[in-house]
């Protein structure tokens, strides 16, 4: 049973294989701006509010 699966199925393995790395790169660069917006500054330190009561 051959592999080839001539012109037609260069282009679309070819164009699935595009598709797919251009998804990694969109969904990278966004879940990256997400978790920095949620992120907390490096070295922070929580300090504990007291109530004026």
């Not at 051959?2 to 679309?12: I, M, R």
């Amino acid at each position: 049973m051959p592999l080839s699966f001539g012109v037609f199925g260069k282009a679309v393995a070819i164009l699935i294989i595009a598709a797919f790395v251009l998804w990694l790169i969109f969904t990278y660069m966004f879940a990256t701006e997400e978790a920095a917006e949620e992120a907390e500054p490096v070295g922070a330190i929580e300090t504990p509010v007291q109530p004026l009561a």
